[in-house]
């Protein structure tokens, strides 16, 4: 499937989570069906993604390091404080 730009108010707040947390980051298309670009024609959606071992996703051979895994759980719960804060 082809990618979705996800555009608003959660794109915008994940990416002032991750500036605030002063983590690197990068822009990534997903074409992958993730529920997220389905919600995204219903309502504001975002997607945040971790380093994966190799770049390997959608795989049992899938693994992430523990730090990586524990930032992205920080940049969700930040974004999740700013949209409440709306």
């Not at 693994?63 to 895994?69: F, H, I, P, V, Y």
């Amino acid at each position: 499937t082809s990618p979705v730009a996800f555009t608003g108010a959660v794109p915008d707040a994940i990416l002032k989570a991750v500036e605030s947390l002063d983590y690197s980051h990068m822009f990534l298309p997903s074409g992958a069906g993730h529920d997220a670009r389905y919600i995204a024609e219903l309502a504001p959606a975002g997607m945040i993604f971790i380093p994966c071992w190799r770049g390997i996703s959608h795989n049992e051979s899938e693994s992430a390091e523990l730090r990586d895994m524990v930032a992205g759980a920080n940049v969700l719960a930040n974004t999740l404080v700013q949209l409440a804060n709306l």
